[in-house]
């Protein structure tokens, strides 16, 4: 008896097949689990990009303007701009509509995002928390959330593949994101767009209070130049003409001009003709606190050019920057030097153009300091000194 027990203790015939049972079991249940989490990786992937296109295209409609970018007046506690109340039904309905065009599983999404998913509120910046809130206002919205679904309850879930053999046959999936309005904060680029291509004297500006009228005259170089930002094509007479019918190229703040002087290297009537007829075509009324406001809005650069602070670069016995040098000897442009090359911007000013004169002894560009600080659509938030606000649609969630 004590034969036969250890006989059968000892006894190893079949663990083979016993031992490769298992190692199955175990590999189809690992091959189960990494194909499943990848195709479920894959549409959450899918589902977040689906969430955050829709969340972009909401906060940007909050805005209620189809031009991008642009300059606006900042008003009340945090907004904008032309629109008394953000435009919240549209932005609801286009974060919807962008969140259907996107694709799962090589499939248009279904419209789950009903408008119980797309939520209107507060981005806090400083505690990075939303807040969700009903009134439609710019003191409770600057921010849209997203949720996108494939689960049971939306009707669209995931179908499994081999978890099915182990009694899982669907898996939800939800993906949530937030974009916000940037709050307000100094600017650290023009975009490319609004036209910016004029520079004024900082003692000149600082000589004028907020609304009070100034003159722009690029023929005298103590009050303003034509310039466009080093790295630039020079701000000769045809693309000055260009940037004011197409858009300036973008300007940091915090870089460097090349400036062109006016009727020295600047055919100034054929560059103020063209900026009348446009100051008749985008010029507009801005009411702000009450005061009505008319002229077209700009943000052009302050340069602080021959003051004790910054020698002046110039071609007359001055020092030149051989690259800037050698790189208008290659160009085939008007043939004159730049006035100056790389004079520092001091900061960015919003002005109110309201008359240009073009021709005659007295030609000039009339304007008003704005007085009150600007949104610039399209612009990035953080940076130097300045009076110009950044706002656009940032995800932050």
């Not at 019918?245 to 001009?257: F, N, V, W």
Request: charged fraction near 15%; charge should be positive; proline fraction near 7%.
């Amino acid at each position: 008896m004590n034969t036969r027990c250890k006989k059968f203790l000892t006894n190893r015939s079949g663990m083979t097949g016993v031992l490769t049972a298992i190692c199955l079991f175990v590999f189809v249940g690992l091959l189960a689990l990494v194909i499943d989490l990848g195709h479920l990786q894959g549409v959450k992937s899918e589902l977040q990009n689906a969430a955050d296109s829709a969340a972009l295209a909401g906060a940007r409609r909050l805005l209620g303007s189809d031009e991008y970018p642009w300059v606006a007046p900042l008003g009340g506690n945090y907004g904008v701009y032309t629109a008394a109340t953000p435009d919240c039904l549209d932005a609801v309905n286009q974060a919807r509509q962008a969140s259907s065009s996107n694709r799962s599983d090589g499939q248009p999404l279904p419209n789950t995002v009903e408008v119980s998913n797309v939520v209107l509120g507060w981005w806090d910046f400083d505690n990075n928390r939303f807040e969700a809130r009903p009134s439609c206002t710019w003191a409770d919205v600057n921010a849209v959330q997203v949720t996108v679904r494939r689960t049971e309850d939306s009707g669209s879930p995931v179908f499994l593949t081999l978890a099915r053999l182990f009694g899982s046959e669907t898996a939800g999936v939800v993906a949530i994101a937030t974009a916000a309005l940037m709050p307000q904060g100094y600017v650290t680029e023009l975009p490319a767009g609004p036209f910016n291509n004029i520079a004024i004297q900082k003692r000149v500006l600082d000589s004028l209070a907020a609304g009070q009228p100034g003159n722009l005259n690029p023929a005298d170089p103590t009050n303003s130049f034509w310039c466009s930002q080093d790295g630039q094509p020079y701000a000769f007479t045809n693309n000055l003409r260009k940037w004011l019918k197409d858009g300036s190229p973008p300007i940091e703040a915090t870089g460097r001009l090349n400036l062109e002087q006016g009727v020295r290297h600047v055919n100034d009537k054929l560059v103020l003709e063209d900026m009348k007829t446009f100051l008749s075509q985008r010029s507009r009324s801005w009411e702000v606190d009450g005061q009505l406001y008319n002229g077209w809005l700009l943000v052009i650069p302050v340069i602080n050019y021959g003051s004790s602070a910054q020698a002046p670069v110039n071609p007359t016995g001055m020092p030149i920057n051989p690259l800037a040098l050698v790189r208008w000897l290659f160009e085939v442009r008007e043939a004159h030097a730049c006035y100056a090359w790389r004079v520092p911007i001091v900061k960015l000013q919003p002005i109110i153009i309201t008359q240009v004169v073009p021709t005659g002894k007295n030609k000039r560009i009339e304007f008003k300091v704005a007085p009150w600080s600007v949104v610039v659509v399209g612009g990035s938030s953080g940076g130097g000194p300045s009076t110009v606000y950044a706002t656009r649609p940032k995800l932050v969630r």
